[in-house]
């Protein structure tokens, strides 16, 4: 069982820049992969990125290639999301959970609580 905690959102105008972080409480996450995803109100959970715990395997959802990505400090047991030049449109909870690696993306479970962001334009 893994518990997951996010943390960093905050209000931020259109343009700026925020980085999020996901704890893990899990001794080991050598066999998962970790990721993103956020929900905007009235809309469906959308993923963002995911990061293979083992050997650092970023993969960044095409339309948020270039304004987000995503690392991962082994030491800390902790998962970042660093995203820039925000757009009104990112304004949403964003969540992180895991999956085991080789498992699809429907997989993902242990949802943390989220973290808001608000893009003001």
């Known amino acids: 069982q893994v518990t997951l905690v996010e943390s960093g959102g905050d209000l931020v105008q259109a343009g700026g820049s925020l980085r999020l972080s996901c704890s893990a409480s899990?001794?080991?996450?050598?066999?998962?992969?970790m990721g993103w995803f956020r929900q905007a109100p009235g809309k469906e959970r959308e993923f963002v990125a995911a990061i293979t715990w083992s050997d650092g395997h970023r993969y960044v959802e095409d339309s948020m290639k270039g304004r987000f990505s995503i690392s991962r400090d082994i030491t800390r047991n902790t998962v970042f999301l660093q995203m820039s030049s925000l757009k009104p449109e990112d304004t949403a909870v964003y969540h992180c959970?895991?999956?085991?690696?080789?498992?699809?993306?429907?997989?993902?479970?242990?949802w943390g609580p989220g973290t808001q962001v608000t893009v003001s334009s």
């Open positions: 959970a895991v999956k085991p690696r080789g498992a699809p993306r429907s997989d993902f479970s242990s």
């Open positions: 899990a001794r080991n996450l050598h066999y998962y992969v």
